[in-house]
């Protein structure tokens, strides 16, 4: 038996239902005793004896939590972040971690000052195609790199109903802040902190206050470009990989199943969760000496956001080295916010 790591969860929306609650109930590492649900009691229906607490607060106060996820709206994440390390806890805080450099670099401080780990959420980077897309250029089977692509796209032409997402009066709003700390993450994971960048905004929707597109140019050394796009008004998606290289290319959609098995109410221990339909499969294009090509499908590696929370476990247990450094947020929130 491992030591357990009492855990409390901020909300119970989406995020707490589908991305949080079922990997911390099934980690044997963690006990999940509380969860804050402001109006609708919901949880303890998913999982009994479970602690509902009415308000933020009385979460923070109890001495029984060790780790509190930190999923609620973006602006919200430095204030609570800060007073859950006041308090003496772990902190695991969703992307993106603070609207600003200072902010985070403040809370690491802190964090450091009290003895506790602040760690930061970046689920992505256990998608089934980042992990392929990863393998393939850690392969060197492209040789050198010339130019990589990565997307997120969707098509939502409506303004939704979160506030803090589509009214620029709240700090971190807009698509940049909420998928771009997935992509810039996913550059800086595979490819380091860049040499500069450049970066486009645009807001396209009608009635739009947030920027709904962007595009993000990394310029790496040995003449790397990357190239990171999202936008809400995409009818037709592109692929979200390609990556170009002296030796061949790689393109792959954007294939990973978590987020719909979840939605459906799959668990993460459930026989073919995380494994992507055939139709899938990357697509993988090298070039022989004679010029000719050699076409491959390959598939992706499950995906299997509960590794994150295990890398979560044993860096609270064991002091292991959490696998999203300070630094790669820093790198990531010098970017979204300039």
């Known amino acids: 038996m491992r030591p357990k790591i009492n855990v409390g969860l901020m909300a119970y929306g989406m995020s707490g239902k ?13 006990n999940f005793v509380g969860v804050v649900e402001r109006s609708k009691k919901q949880a303890a229906q998913d999982y009994p004896n479970i602690t509902s607490y009415d308000i933020i607060e ?52 802190l964090a450091k000052e009290v003895g506790k780990h602040a760690l930061v959420y970046q689920n992505r980077r256990f998608d089934s195609g980042f992990k392929i897309t990863k393998e393939v250029i850690q ?13 997120f796209d969707r098509y939502r032409n409506e303004i939704g109903p979160k506030a803090f997402k589509e009214d620029n009066s709240y700090e971190a709003s807009g698509l940049q802040y909420d998928l ?32 709904d597109y962007f595009f993000i140019h ?3 050394p040995n003449q790397l470009n990357v190239y990171l796009t ?47 339909v055939v139709h899938d499969a990357g697509k993988l294009t090298l070039v022989n000496k004679d010029g000719s090509r050699d076409v491959s499908l390959l598939t992706s590696p499950l995906g299997n956001y509960g590794e994150l929370f295990e890398a979560v476990y044993q ?5 292991e080295l959490y696998p999203i450094s300070e630094e790669d947020i820093i790198a990531q929130l010098e970017i979204l916010e300039n």
């Open 18 to 30: 589908v991305f949080h609650a079922p990997f911390v109930h099934q980690n044997d590492g963690f």
């Open 58 to 109: 009385q979460l923070i106060a109890d001495d029984n939590i060790d780790l509190v996820i930190i999923n609620t709206p973006n602006y919200t994440h430095y204030d609570y972040a800060k007073k859950c390390l006041l308090a003496g806890k772990h902190i695991l805080v969703e992307k993106p971690f603070t609207a600003t450099v200072a902010q985070a670099k403040e809370l690491f401080n």
């Open 139 to 151: 392969s060197g089977r492209l040789g050198k790199l010339t130019e990589v692509y990565f997307r």
């Open 180 to 211: 771009g700390p997935h992509l810039v993450d996913q550059a800086i994971a595979l490819f380091g902190k860049p040499e500069k960048f450049y970066k486009v905004l645009a807001n396209n929707r009608e009635n739009s206050k947030v920027d």
């Open 218 to 220: 990394l310029a790496y």
């Open 230 to 276: 999202a936008t809400l008004l995409a009818a037709d998606i592109p692929p979200a990989f390609v990556v170009n290289g002296a030796l061949g290319a790689f393109s792959k959609n954007h294939g990973d199943v978590q987020e719909a098995q979840l939605l459906k109410g799959v668990k993460p221990s459930d026989e073919g969760y995380g494994l992507e």
């Open 315 to 319: 860096t609270i247990a064991n002091n």
